[in-house]
């Protein structure tokens, strides 16, 4: 009864998000094999918890104390930088990892929630960094317009797309989407304004009140690494991200996405918009990848055709795969693990896509649903809110009423 | 083969007032592609009334009540629903307005437990109140159901999954079901079960029932008026008398 008690407490929450993240901590800081050891520990004591439900009661535990999880994750989520001090190369994983977290957060409502498997994810992270490059260096616009209109214009981008491939279904969407992916690298390539082949440098980079993100900063006498700041920026980014994520994830859209995902006409037969829930997967999607492309431009300073080629949308894919699809929680976990397992097998390039490609396919043999799986939603919260309801012809009383009458007939 | 839908319609049908009208198909014509389904199809639907459309496989039957739901568009023609004309209203829309389908089609989901199935049905209802006041009624009627809550709904027999769809239809209270081949691939005795839940639902809820069936006898046994559909038109309609006794179902396309 105690043990009930105090694995239901709050504690329990901040003491999960203290061990996932001492656990990222250590996987970042140390030597790759160690690091791949901690993640293969990691993800073999998770399949052994997984034999009691433990990963379902521990994402209860974080949905029923919502403010305590998302509260010391963002507390730890800011001190952690500091914890990296001047190790330049682990800051610049750490700050990867985050924002293809976001990215993935965005093809996880195509992928995941609506099941629209779209290989252009890299595509819309490229707008929205072609955008802010357009947007500073051509323009000498302040970046932050550049982030704004890079959202904006991805998710323009994600409705234009969205709009034809409402009635392509399963590979055929996804052909269409490869092609899209393939279209814009070839674009952005052959396309003298924004550089062609060399793509852009010298990326304003972003400022915070003039207070510059990307510079050494010395705290209490100890020199930080240059991407510190941004990395900060980019947790906060996250946390919003993901707060905003789960609060669709329990929407009566999200309901109607997870529908549509498992029966389009039963959907449609529920009344259901199915088109409108097929494009605001899209619109949020696509607005999700410009972000993390907009942040990605902070923190390289250059945008390249090669950045966003269709390697780093099968990238993004295989996060989510891995992550699990149609959970928030998990598909940022995904991406923080492949992420950190591609940048630390950069030393011997060679294997690189050998040992990703394995860790894929053992993960997919094991575990197909991915670390933590795809949930049905929880329809008691339908209700909750007091959603606009469609009109009715007839009133249902005037039903009845008609049944009393042709009962006393 | 003699075409008798454009006969004068009955005195009976005549008199019935406009605000009885509950469903009117007007010319209907509805094609994929190149490949007609339904031609001039005519049919009307009186509130608190069972009506039954029967028809051979491929005669139409499942096209009539996609394009009534509007999951496939009519060429020509009017549907009227309540005085509104929903001939070009989304699907969701005309669910909202007051139609459910129960079928084998727009079937169940079998990965989530029959509680939740029966909670998604009711998407359109607001009130948290009346949905747990739904679900109960739901339960009575359905006892079947009740027994298996928790279970998923892909380990339900095929007559539970039946009785599943009809129950999801059931809590949004339409004024009008419309039910696709409810006998499906079920036991006799579990059709006869669902005949029985059909009538009940139609005389203590005043429920109006669109059948669409092949089952002749169970149909008719249990509905107000009928319509024969052969190969995209009506072909013959009257009161289940009429059609016993016409010689129409001795061809033996139609039985």
């Known amino acids: 009864m105690k043990k009930n008690k105090l694995l239901d407490s709050p504690f329990a929450v901040i003491f999960c998000n203290?061990?996932?993240?001492?656990?990222?901590?250590?996987?970042?800081?140390?030597?790759?094999m160690i690091s791949l050891a901690i993640i293969a520990a990691v993800i073999i004591a998770i399949l052994v918890v997984n034999r009691f439900d433990l990963i379902n009661k521990i994402f209860d535990l974080y949905i029923r104390h919502k403010k305590t999880a998302l509260i010391s994750a963002l507390v730890l989520g800011i001190l952690y930088p500091f914890s990296l001090t001047d190790n330049v190369y682990v800051a610049h994983i750490a700050t990867l990892a985050v924002i293809y977290g976001i990215a993935c957060l965005g093809l996880n409502f195509q992928m995941g929630s609506t099941d629209m498997t779209n290989f252009a994810p890299a595509a819309f992270m490229g707008i929205g960094a072609y955008t802010v490059g357009i947007f500073t260096v051509k323009m000498g616009f302040n970046p932050w317009?550049?982030?704004?209109?890079?959202?904006?214009?991805?998710?323009?981008?994600?409705?234009?797309?969205?709009l034809p491939t409402l009635k392509t279904k399963g590979y055929y969407l996804s052909l269409v989407t490869m092609a899209i992916q393939l279209a814009f690298t070839e674009l952005v390539r052959v396309w003298p304004y924004v550089g062609g082949d060399d793509g852009m440098s010298g990326v304003q980079r972003y400022k915070l009140f003039g207070f510059e993100l990307y510079k050494r900063y010395t705290i209490f006498g100890i020199r930080m690494s240059p991407q510190i700041p941004y990395l900060l920026l980019c947790i906060v980014f996250l946390v919003i991200c993901t707060y905003i994520a789960m609060r669709v994830y329990f929407s009566r859209t999200g309901i109607a996405m997870n529908t549509v995902a498992q029966d389009e006409i039963a959907a449609m037969c529920m009344g259901m918009n199915v088109s409108r829930t097929k494009l605001f997967a899209f619109v949020i999607g696509g607005m999700y990848c410009g972000l993390a492309g907009a942040l990605f431009v902070g923190l390289e300073g250059y945008v390249g055709p090669a950045t966003y080629n269709f390697q780093k949308s099968l990238m993004l894919i295989c996060m989510v795969i891995l992550g699990g699809m149609d959970n928030s929680i998990g598909v940022v976990l995904g991406a923080f693990v492949l992420a950190?397992?591609?940048?630390?097998?950069?030393d011997f390039a060679d294997f690189q896509q050998l040992i990703y490609g394995a860790v894929l396919v053992i993960m997919l043999i094991v575990r197909p649903d991915g670390i933590i799986p795809w949930r049905v939603r929880n329809h008691d919260l339908i209700t909750k809110r007091k959603p606009k309801i469609l009109e009715r012809f007839k009133p249902e009383e005037d039903i009845a009423e008609k049944a009393q009458l042709k009962a006393e007939v | 083969m003699i075409r008798m839908s454009s006969m004068p319609i009955s005195e009976e049908v005549m008199k019935m007032s406009k605000n009885d009208l509950l469903l009117e198909v007007k010319d209907l014509y509805t094609s994929y592609g190149r490949i007609p389904m339904l031609m001039d199809v005519s049919f009307r639907l009186r509130e608190g009334e069972i009506c039954t459309i029967?028809?051979?496989?491929?005669?139409?039957?499942?096209t009539l009540v996609k394009t009534i739901l509007g999951m496939v568009k009519a060429d020509q023609g009017t549907i009227t629903f309540l005085d509104k004309d929903i001939t070009n209203l989304p699907t969701h829309k005309r669910v909202a307005g007051g139609i459910q389908v129960s079928s084998a089609e727009t079937g169940t989901f079998p990965k989530m437990t029959v509680e939740k199935n029966l909670r998604l049905g009711a998407y359109n209802i607001d009130d948290k109140n009346l949905l747990a006041e739904r679900l109960e009624e739901a339960y009575e009627s359905f006892p079947v159901l009740k027994e298996r809550l928790q279970q998923k709904a892909g380990t339900l027999s095929g007559g539970e999954r039946t009785m599943l769809a009809l129950a999801r239809a059931y809590i949004n209270k339409p004024a009008l079901l419309i039910m696709d081949e409810p006998s499906l691939g079920l036991a006799p005795i579990v059709v006869d079960e669902v005949f029985r839940i059909v009538k009940r639902l139609n005389q203590e809820n005043g429920m109006s029932i669109m059948l669409v069936e092949q089952n002749v006898v169970k149909s008719l046994g249990v509905s107000d008026y009928g319509y024969i559909i052969q190969k995209g038109q009506i072909i013959f309609e009257g009161s289940p008398d009429e059609i016993r006794d016409s010689a129409i179902l001795d061809n033996p396309v139609m039985s």
């Open chain 1, 18 to 32: 203290l061990i996932l993240f001492l656990l990222i901590y250590f996987t970042v800081m140390s030597e790759y």
């Open chain 1, 145 to 162: 317009l550049g982030m704004l209109a890079g959202v904006v214009f991805s998710g323009v981008f994600g409705f234009l797309i969205g």
């Open chain 1, 340 to 346: 950190i397992i591609t940048e630390k097998t950069r």
């Open chain 2, 54 to 62: 029967l028809g051979a496989n491929g005669a139409g039957k499942t």
